[in-house]
Every structure is written in structure tokens, then in C-alpha cells.
């Protein structure tokens, strides 16, 4: 099993920046990658950015070029620096790591974008 737990979030204005981290603890020689993922209300949860244990990186198109994915290995970690923020980034934001068969998740933490 894989523990996940999220920090960073909050409210931020239009324009401005946060950053989530997520540290894993428990079975990690299991995981091969990690990535955030976000739930806003009434919609599905889709990906928004993964990284890969050799460092591989994939976004969501809506938020290519604003936020960045970073990965440390030695901590166990992985941090999501989201610039540039609008406010339909506003969702729950979910740490997620992959050690197959199995898929684990973070409780969530809440990211909201207003002026």
C-alpha cells in the first residue's frame, strides 16, 4: 500500500500562483509514476499533469506552459507549481500514484482561483 499526502492549495487571485506537494510514503518501490489530477464541481476528474519515475512529463493542454510538475525522488515527493492561475483551475486537486495493478489517491485538496 501507498499513502499519499497533499499540501499547498488555497485561494489565490487570477494571475497568481500556488504550489501542491504530495508526499509518499509505504510500499514506493512499487510506484512508476505520480501525477495530480483535479475534480471541479459537476465535472469529471481528469489528469492534469504525470511524471514518469525517469522523469517523463505529460499535461493537460489547458494548462500547458503555466504549471509544472517537479519529482524528488530521494524525499519521495512530488510538487505541482501552477502559475499564471485562472479561475477555472478551481477544483479539488488530488495526488495520485501508480504502482500497478493499483491506483492510489490523495485526500484531495481544495485550489481556488478569485478575484
Known amino acids: 500500500q501507498v499513502q499519499l499526502v497533499e499540501s499547498g492549495g488555497g485561494l489565490a487571485q487570477p494571475g497568481g500562483s500556488l504550489r501542491l506537494s504530495c508526499a509518499a510514503s509505504g510500499s514506493i518501490f512499487s510506484i512508476i509514476a505520480m501525477g495530480w489530477y483535479r475534480q471541479a464541481p459537476g465535472k469529471q476528474r481528469e489528469m492534469v499533469a504525470r511524471i514518469t519515475n525517469g522523469g517523463t512529463t505529460n499535461y493537460a493542454d489547458s494548462v500547458k506552459g503555466r504549471f509544472t510538475i517537479s519529482r524528488d525522488n530521494t524525499k519521495n515527493t512530488v510538487a505541482l507549481q501552477m502559475n499564471s492561475l485562472k479561475p477555472e483551475d478551481t477544483a479539488i486537486y488530488y495526488c495520485?500514484?501508480?504502482?500497478?495493478?493499483?491506483?492510489?489517491w490523495g485526500q484531495g485538496t481544495q485550489v481556488t482561483v478569485s478575484s
Open positions: 495520485n500514484a501508480i504502482g500497478p495493478p493499483l491506483n492510489y
